[in-house]
Nanobody, 125 residues
C-alpha cells in the first residue's frame, strides 16, 4: 500500500521561501515519476511541477517557473519543492503525487491512492 506524506507548509510573507517535502513508502520510489499539484480556495487543482524518475525530465507551471524547484533524494524516498519569492497567489493546499503526467498540459489525473493529504501554504501580502 502506497503512503504519501507531505510536510513543510506554513504561513510566510510575500517574498519569502518555504521547502515542502514528500516522503513515499510502499513503492519503488527510484522508478516513480513524482510531482506537485496545488489547489487554491475556490479553484481547481492545478499542476505545479513534475520530475521523471531519472531526473532527466522536469517541468513547471509557467506561473512558478524560475521561483520553484523540484528535486528528489532517492535514498530517502523523498521529493522536495523549494519555493522562493512566494506571492499571495501561491496560497493553496499543495499535494504530492506519485506517477503524475510530466506534461503541464496533460488532463490525466492519477488515481486517488497516489496522492498525499496535502500541506497548506499561506502567503500574506
Amino acid at each position: 500500500q502506497v503512503q504519501v506524506a507531505e510536510s513543510g507548509g506554513g504561513l510566510v510573507q510575500a517574498g519569502g521561501s518555504l521547502r515542502l517535502s514528500c516522503e513515499v513508502s510502499g513503492r519503488t520510489f527510484n522508478r516513480d515519476d513524482m510531482g506537485w499539484y496545488r489547489q487554491a480556495p475556490g479553484k481547481k487543482r492545478e499542476f505545479v511541477a513534475a520530475m521523471s524518475w531519472s531526473g532527466s525530465i522536469i517541468n513547471y507551471h509557467g506561473n512558478v517557473k524560475g521561483r520553484f524547484t523540484i528535486s528528489r533524494d532517492n535514498a530517502k524516498n523523498t521529493v522536495y519543492l523549494q519555493m522562493n519569492n512566494l506571492k499571495p497567489e501561491d496560497t493553496a493546499i499543495y499535494f504530492c503525487v506519485v506517477d503524475p503526467p510530466l506534461s503541464p498540459g496533460s488532463t490525466c489525473i492519477p488515481s486517488a491512492e497516489l496522492w498525499g493529504q496535502g500541506t497548506t501554504v499561506t502567503v500574506s501580502s
